[in-house]
Structure formats: structure tokens, C-alpha cells
């Protein structure tokens, strides 16, 4: 007899019995609190995956959260544990059907300042209580305990702020696979081995094999050990991190992640949202090839820093003003622009010497470089829009979003080879790359930048490259997609040999 096709009601629910329950534990969620990238990936992604599968965001319950004016319901609760107290677990539904689960605690979380630090840029003492507490409110989340009438199957925690996540789902055998994003293995979120009491570590995680690290117990280093897969956000950085130049001391470490199969780089995309036609932050929006557009918001740039207009290549720095970033070398090319005719815009905040260093560029030429000390979206993307080359000369860089804004917007990036930034940018054709993190290579760089500028043929023949380099996420997701089955199914035969 003829094997008649599965109705479509059906077939679509099969489908959706596909889906797999992931929880998506981060400290930064672009809609409602973001620092930097991790913010922005962290809204993007789950959403991006949301199509494969049913994915819900863990958040700290920080005074952004609580005032963003969305609807928080209560839906569950977590007991204390040693010195990490008991929290609300609230939900909120996005306009878009997004879930993020909240995790509430005023006292521990909703503070004046970021969700690292205050206002001035201290770190907050009780560090390690508040962001364990996120952690272990994930392993209860996975187990069962927190009420909350959903259970993922796999825990996706990123960077050091959720990398306990996965140790405290070990240490409480709660048996479901994990994934560790690393974000920046710069930042490890250590704190002194005293501690281990007040969070409530067995005495046999405090210890180089766990999460003891030269006389502290790193976050990040415990959810390298306890994860079963830890990703990074290119394939460069991948690679380099298992060198003592990268590697932050923990390169050994990583090794044999690689050995064991457990250690690979995805690289960021970028959200829908950056499409110059129509994005609405743009003073004009334009497409390949359309540069009178690039060239209203240029003029917008000019009149808000004070810069002389129309004369000479517009460079640009959208950055976070820290060590990792360079800036410091920027300050010497910052000249040689200004030497040969260019005109530099510098929009960002961070380190007080750094940004004392920017605002006494501008200072010394008025004119040529305006510096505005500070960060709002709406301003990044003009000047996005508005350059002709974005400077990221980054010590080490392990993806960078920027690059692949500017590139969308026309803006070419000049850009030291290493991590994502080797593995997005094509030297000369899609930006520029150099080798050493000195002047003199950086200068090369921009010297060749110069002669482009010079042919505007070549110019709008790169430009119109750039335009079309950037993955968006969408493109993106499908080596998470792939990984979350293969640890899924891991688990699977590993339960079925019992
Ligand atoms: P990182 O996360 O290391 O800062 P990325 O390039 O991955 O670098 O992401 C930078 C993101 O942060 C972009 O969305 C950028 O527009 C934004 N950004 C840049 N500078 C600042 C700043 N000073 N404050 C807040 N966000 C910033
Ligand atoms: C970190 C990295 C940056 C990366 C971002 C998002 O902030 O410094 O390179 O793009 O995370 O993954």
C-alpha cells in the first residue's frame, strides 16, 4: 500500500519536537544593558537561534533591567547557598517572543554604575558573590529546582561572569551538556581561594586541576574545566589562545581542550539591523555605490565634533578607549593623518589616561580631530557611515563587531592581523591589515590607505567589497546549531549505554 505523506499539522510538530531547550546565561543583553560586544551577541544569537530551537536568556536582575519598563512576571525562586543569597526568578516576554529570565536581587544587583562597577569604574567588591550567584541560579535552572516549569537540555553560559554555570551543574551531577563562550580571556573574574567558603566550592575544585590559579580561583578557568565544549568567537583567536602570547596562562590548559575535540572558534555575524538603506539612525541612508548619502552623514560628523569639512579622508575610532584596543598607538598615527591632509573622529569612552590622551589630540588640532568622550548608538552609526577608514589597530581582538559595522557602512577598516580581525577583514580589498603592533606597521597600513583614497575607483571598488563581506547572524548560527546537536546527541548514547 502507498505510504500517504504526513498531514502538515503533523509534520510541522515533529518539526517543532526538534527544538531544543538551551538556557543562554549572560551579563550583558544589548535591548536592556550592554558594555560592549558581548552585549550585542548576546541579543543577537539567542535570537538567530530561536528559529532552531526554543532558547531562553538568564540575566541579572541589574536597575537597567528592572526600570527598562517591561513587564516582569515572577515565576520562580532560588534558595540561598552558602554566602550566595536567595533570589526571584522573573520573566519577561519581548515584544519579538523572546524570553529572558531575570534574576532579582536588589541588594546584590540593582546598583548605580555598569553591571561590573560603578560609576567611576571600580569594580564592584562582592564580584564573585554576584556573578556566582548567576551561575549556580543557572545550575538550578537545569536542574529542576528553581521552579520555573521549563528545563533546558543545554546551558550555554558566556564569558567569565556565567562560566561557573557549568561547575556548579557538575558539582550538583546534574548531568545535561554545556557550552562556555569565550568572549575575552582577558577578563577571568578571579577573586582570593578564601573565598571558596562564602561560594560554596568543594574543597576538591580548589585545586590547579579545577579552578585554583596561581593562588586565586578564576571563573573562567572553572568553566574551561567543567564545560563540555568551550567555543571562542573567531577561529584565529581559537588558535591563538593556545600560545603563551594569547593565552593568558592558560594555553596549557587549552591544548588540551584541543586534543580532546572540546575547543573550537565560530566567528560573531552582525544583526539585520545594520543595513545603510534604511537604517533609521542615519542622517541619509544609502547603497552601493550611493556615496552622496555617505557623504550627508559625513557632514552631519564634521558639524557635531567640529571638524573642518570636506577636505581630506575622514578616519575614525568607535571604541571602547582601553589597553586591548591600541589606542595608544592610534595616538601616533592620530599625527601623521593630520600630516597628510586627513581629518580623524573619535567617539568612545573607557580608560581615564586614554581618554585624556584623545581629548588632548583634539585640543592640539583643532579641526582636524574631534573627540567626543562617550558612546551613544545613533552617533556610532554616522560615524560609521560618515568615515572612509575605521582604525582598530587591537593588541589582540577575539572577533570585533566594529569591523564588520564599518564595513557595511563603506567605512574600511584598518586593522592589525590578529583574531577575528585577520579572519574578517581581506587585506586590500575589504580593509587593511598589518603585522606588528608598532607604529611603523600601523603607519604602513594607513600610508597605503592614503594612496587608495587617492583613486577613487579603487576607493568605491573596496567600499563596495566591504559592503558585502559581513556575515549576519542568520549565516552565523549554523556551527552553534550544529554543536548544540552533536553535544545534544553526545548525551543521548552516553544515557542509552547506561
Ligand atoms: P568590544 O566588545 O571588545 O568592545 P566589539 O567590536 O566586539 O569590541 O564591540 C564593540 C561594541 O560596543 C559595538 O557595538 C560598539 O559600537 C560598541 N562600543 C564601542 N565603544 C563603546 C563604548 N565606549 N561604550 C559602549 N559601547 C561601545
Ligand atoms: C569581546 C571581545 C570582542 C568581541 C566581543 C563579542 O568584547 O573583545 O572582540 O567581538 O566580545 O564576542
Known sequence: MTQLPAPPHLHVESLHE??????????EFADLVKVGGLGDVSAALPRALASHHDIR????GYSQVMESGQNIRIVGEVGGHAAL????????????????????NPELYERDGTPYGDAHGRDWADNHIRFARLGLAAAEIASGTACIRWCPELVH?????????????????VASPTVLTIHNLAYQGLCDLQCSAELGIPAEACSSDGMEFYGKLSFLKAGIAYASHVTTVSRTYAEEITTPAFGCGLEGMLQAK???????GIVNGIDESWEPRTDPHLVQGFGVRQWQGKRANATHVEQMLGLD????????VVSRLVQQKGIDLTRGVAEQIVALGGRLAVIGRGEPELEAAMTELAQ???????VHIGFNETDARRIFAGSDFLLMPSRFEPCGLSQMYAQRFGSLPIARRTGGLADTIEDGVTGFLFRESTLESYQEAVQRAFNVYRHPELLSAMRCRAMAAPLFWRQSVLPYDELYQELLGATRLAADAL
Open 309 to 316: 569639512a570636506d577636505s581630506g579622508p575622514l578616519f575614525a
Open 364 to 370: 592640539r588640532h583643532p579641526g582636524r580631530i574631534g
Open 18 to 27: 526538534q527544538k531544543k531547550r538551551v538556557l543562554f546565561v549572560t551579563s
Open 57 to 60: 536568556v538568564l540575566i541579572p
Open 157 to 173: 553560559a558566556n564569558d567569565w561572569p556565567a562560566a561557573l554555570a557549568p561547575a556548579y551543574m557538575a558539582w550538583r551531577q
Open 85 to 104: 543569597p536567595p533570589c526571584k526568578i522573573g520573566r519577561m516576554d519581548l515584544a519579538d517572543g523572546m524570553i529572558v529570565y531575570v534574576l532579582i
Open 258 to 264: 584541543v586534543a580532546d575535540g572540546q575547543l573550537s
